[in-house]
């Protein structure tokens, strides 16, 4: 078999069913392949948008999300996605192709050194040399994006090993010597968090993304109604724990709500489960819960004991150890008082805007939540549209909120969506959206008529870059540089992609507009003309003690 | 403070630019590193000295290594009972009426004259870090015109 055989012989072993790309010149023998594929093949209209939908495709599905590309400029192109999936532990295998072997090295047409390049953005990368190794080396790449903490893995493949013709032969086992992740806590350490939490008054549970990943939250849950605790979530953990349940607090962090702020400055126990402490929710970090043990619960070693001292680190699957801890703890404190005054501050300085008849953000996301019934994958853009989604929407099942968290990439969502369709055609897929993030890769519209993956698209439309503007208003005097945007005419746009496009001006306009877009077998694209200046709040200044929130609580 | 480390890693390409890029995204230092191979021709052997302020830190540079698919094992001889040696070579001002003295010196040390050619002198010293030092020291006087130096390597019992 040639290389190019052996690549698509060994994806279908490893189950791929959907791939997102684009062709070039040393990546022929692959697509001359993919003809006769079962593979599902999406052809994007730029690499970013293929990296994004693989990286869309995993969140919503769990699955290892695969995207393919050129030499040079194809592989360039995916960077930012592979950085994006690197951030947020995302399992994706990127496949580019890459020049000859004897030519590599000589500055020859459309060569870069993808894997110089991507080294600090890949958990592993490969250059496969020899058409012998091929095979090892995807098994491996697979093996390494899913497994322990998840991320890229890129695999660069010259075209001349792309057309080697040799026996192929498919490694049954995976050994690699220098990975081997730790799934299971050790049992000293669950002693230790379980004495912890039965001494604890004011316990409370700080979720993150690898909730979601190790499957995590039906075991959250018990643990959160076990020891009558509190739960609050990062930006990638939202889903990993009912948001309509009565002990959530929603997210934290920068601009998370008030009480989940209060909660964790107040508390006198932080149960940390696969979460990073990451800048964003601790603010400053020598002011962070000042009174709080911490137990931190995470499969990345390297993360433990990064930005804040811990007082109980347990290494490995949050799965896993929940449940160990579910079995070791047998007596907890009696929290209600704590449940009693979290419960205070949730009633009186919940989450608000003021509703003065014009197109508000939270109103429009609020439409979406009720009409799709908290059962639609929410992806968001970058900016004040994603922060409304994780205020606005409450998420009730893992995968249904997909985000760009850590790198905070602005155009990830609608390719995204597109992913995440691809995976879960069942479902409805949002792309929540503003009107600076769209026109990022708005290129994709073609991809989702061509292939009829029919997402829906809100663009909160403000005519700003909303959140640095934002910032401008109250950091920088209302001096608005370079903050205002231009667009085009998104229905007009939409309806020359053959996607239908809806606008709303009015509040009375919205409802409609979001069940007309549920009710098309079509892309849509909503263009919803909101309050220019309306910002997102509660806000943590960069910087400053999460409990000192403009438009918080004193 | 420096702290010696030592990694033993896949003997494969690109492996030194991943630990070189892992200290630079991360911005710890280092301050010398040892490669060579091993007796298993797939491992490599690595010794280095990093700088770092505090414990937090130093954990942070061992997690970080570890995390490396082609690191194997990351040994941190800071409590570890260890030997550890460099090699150095020194080139020296060389004048015959100061011979005697040169060689008195470097009696007290494991190092040994190499070459003289002309007024220079090129010496080899092979120590632990604060001999090194001395030696360094003593020597300053003849005059040091050029050094260089292997960075340390260690071994633990």
Known sequence: MTGAEILIECLKREGVEVMFGYPGGVVLPIFDELYDSDIKFILVRHEQGAAHAADGYARATGKVGVCLATSGPGATNLTTGIANAYMDSIPIVAITGQVKTFLIGNDAFQEADVTGVTRPITKHNYLVKDTVDLARIVREAFYIASTGRPGPVLIDIPVDVQQKDIEFIWPEEVKIRGYNPTYFGHPGQIKKAAKLIASAKKPIIYAGGGIITSGAHQELRELAEKIQAPVTMTLMGLGGFPGTHELSLGMLGMHGTAYANHAIMEADLIIAVAARFDDRVTGRLDAFAPYAKIIHIDIDPSSISKNVKVDVPIVGDAKNILGQLLEEIKKTCDTSDWLKTVEAWKKKHPLTYKDDGKIKPQYVIEQIYESTRGEAIITTEVGQNQMWACQWYKYIHPRTFISSGGLGTMGFGFPAAMGAKMGCPEKIVFDIAGDGSIQMNIQELATCISNKINVKVAILNNGYLGMVRQWQELFYKKRYSYTRITGPDFVKLADSYGALGLRATKKEEVRPAIEKALSVDNTVFIDFHIEPEENVFPMVPAGEAINRMIGGMA | ?157
């Not at chain 2, 700088?51 to 970080?64: N, P, S």
């Not at chain 2, 040994?75 to 030997?83: P, R, S």
């Not at chain 2, 080899?124 to 001395?134: G, I, L, N, S, T």
């Not at chain 2, 360094?136 to 071994?155: P, S, V, W, Y």
């Open chain 2, 1 to 157: 403070m420096r702290h010696t480390i030592s990694v033993l890693v896949e003997n494969k390409p690109g492996v030194l630019a991943r630990i070189a890029g892992l200290f630079s995204a991360r911005g710890y230092n280092i301050t010398s590193l040892a490669v060579s191979e091993t007796l298993d021709p797939t491992v490599s052997y690595m010794t280095m000295v990093v700088e770092a302020e505090d414990e937090k830190i130093l954990e942070q540079i061992k997690k970080q290594l570890n995390k490396l698919i082609d690191v194997i094992t990351v040994t941190d001889f800071t409590k570890k009972e260890h030997i550890d040696r460099e090699l150095v070579l020194i080139k020296v001002n060389y004048s015959t009426k100061e011979k005697t003295k040169l060689e008195s010196i470097l009696n007290k040390y494991v190092a040994k004259i190499i070459q003289h050619k002309g007024d220079v002198m090129i010496i080899e010293a092979v120590d632990e870090q604060e001999k090194v030092k001395q030696l360094l020291q003593d020597l300053g006087r003849f005059g040091i015109k050029e050094l260089i130096r292997t960075g340390r390597i260690a071994m633990a019992y």
